[in-house]
């Protein structure tokens, strides 16, 4: 992947070594999203247009250090996102506010509650950015079995596929709808939510195919962190045994399907998982 020429977000909070920051945490254009949103929730496609404006956040906006190389790396693929989904909102007839990426060691508050770094890679709804441990690319290359660049930003797009869902109003909507369902249902809604993540994190691979950055080794890369953080793989591997049930992000097959879904076409329309009858 040729990250090195992208350019650099200064969206990136830098709260490595003792931050401190500030519901629901997700992770761990246009109008085709009010229109699935609108069908979803009811109410009309226009009441979902002004959904998701940019609200204030805490901590200071730090450029990352010259000699950090994952944090650059993590700045780079930030700022390609921004200028991806800037210009699809643009077509929409919208205007993208990019969310910013907090970078921390061990533990973070964020406003959604304490997180650690097992957690994951995190969205916070309530404070509308994404929280990441670096630490999560050496657990992602050792024991998860995928190495690459694109892997790893892969799972930073699939963290701002869950901030469009929030500019889009959707995921306040499906966290209200998940409070009048039992537990199996919510789960399964999760699953919906995620898996139009990783279509979205496909639409923006999608455009850096386009230009380039990216080749079929990458692509694979990408494939195989999918694969590795399906929900069976990952239960199989910590309890012995699969329970579907549970699943919160779907399973290894399903978030292949969704991201490649979306690198195919990248086509927003094709990100539709809440309205397909099994995704």
């Not at 304490?114 to 670096?134: E, I, K």
């Not at 039992?182 to 639409?203: F, I, K, P, Y």
Request: proline residues 3%; hydrophobic residues 35%; negative net charge.
């Amino acid at each position: 992947m040729d990250w090195e020429q992208l350019r650099r977000s200064r969206n990136v909070v830098d709260r490595r070594g003792g931050g401190v920051g500030g519901g629901l945490a997700v992770g761990g254009g246009g109008l085709i999203f009010a229109l699935l949103a609108s069908l979803l929730f009811g109410g009309s496609p226009l009441d979902y247009l002004g959904a998701g404006s940019s609200s204030g956040t805490q901590g200071q906006v730090q450029q990352t250090p010259a000699n950090d190389r994952n944090a650059d790396f993590v700045s780079a693929i930030l700022g390609d996102t921004e200028d991806t989904w800037a210009a699809i909102f643009q077509k929409a007839g919208r205007q993208y506010n990019p969310p910013r990426l907090v970078l921390f060691d061990g533990t973070v508050n964020s406003g959604c509650g304490s997180a650690s770094s097992a957690t994951g890679p995190f969205y916070c709804l309530l404070d509308r950015q994404v929280y990441m441990d670096l630490s999560f690319f050496r657990t992602l290359e050792t024991r998860l079995g995928a190495s690459g660049d694109f892997a790893r930003a892969y799972v930073i797009a699939h963290e701002i596929g869950h901030h469009i869902q929030n500019e889009l109003g959707i995921l306040p909507r499906v966290q209200e709808q998940q409070q009048r369902l039992s537990r199996a249902q919510s789960n399964a809604l999760s699953v919906r939510t995620e898996l139009m993540a990783d279509c979205l994190a496909g639409v923006w691979g999608h455009y850096t195919a386009q230009r380039g950055i990216i080749d079929g080794a990458d692509v694979r890369s990408a494939m195989t962190a999918a694969e590795a953080i399906g929900d069976d793989r990952l239960q199989q591997q910590s309890q012995g045994r699969v329970v579907p049930d549970s699943f919160t992000h779907g399973s290894s097959a399903q978030r292949v399907a969704w991201f490649q879904r979306g690198l195919q076409s990248g086509n927003i329309d094709d990100c539709d998982a809440f309205s397909v009858q099994r995704p």
